[in-house]
């Protein structure tokens, strides 16, 4: 009985809580936080680079990430790939490199990437 009455307890509580509204307030305050990182970047040409006038020797780096293709789901490799590319053309911009980062210029990266090692 007591086994009983503690079930019919735990089967309220999951109708409670499936019924209960909701809160944004968490999904709110990141959305916000974001639009105010993005208006930041923005003034400042965060993401834009400029090809420099004459020899350029303060260095510069280029990271290329392709399409993914579309015979198959998204999956976690998809985001690992891209994080590790964000990560390093935020890197080498904060040291004060030129970065260029030509998101999903090519199908498999070796053209860009031969065309990158010959001339740079």
């Known amino acids: 009985s007591t086994q009983h009455s503690s079930e019919k307890e735990r089967e309220r509580q999951r109708e409670a809580m499936a019924t209960a509204p ?3 307030a968490r999904r709110d305050f990141l959305h916000s936080l974001e639009e105010k990182a993005q208006k930041k ?45 964000e990560f390093s053309a935020s890197f080498y911009r904060l040291q004060g490199r030129k970065v260029l980062f030509p998101f999903g210029f090519h199908c498999t990266g070796m053209p860009i990437q031969v065309i990158t090692t010959l001339y740079l």
């Open 22 to 24: 909701k809160s944004t």
């Open 41 to 85: 970047w923005n003034a400042a040409n965060v993401f834009e680079e400029d090809a420099p006038d004459g020899k350029w020797d303060d260095g510069k780096f280029m990271v290329t990430f392709p399409y993914p293709y579309m015979n198959g789901k998204l999956h976690l490799g998809h985001a690992f790939s891209l994080t590790k590319a």
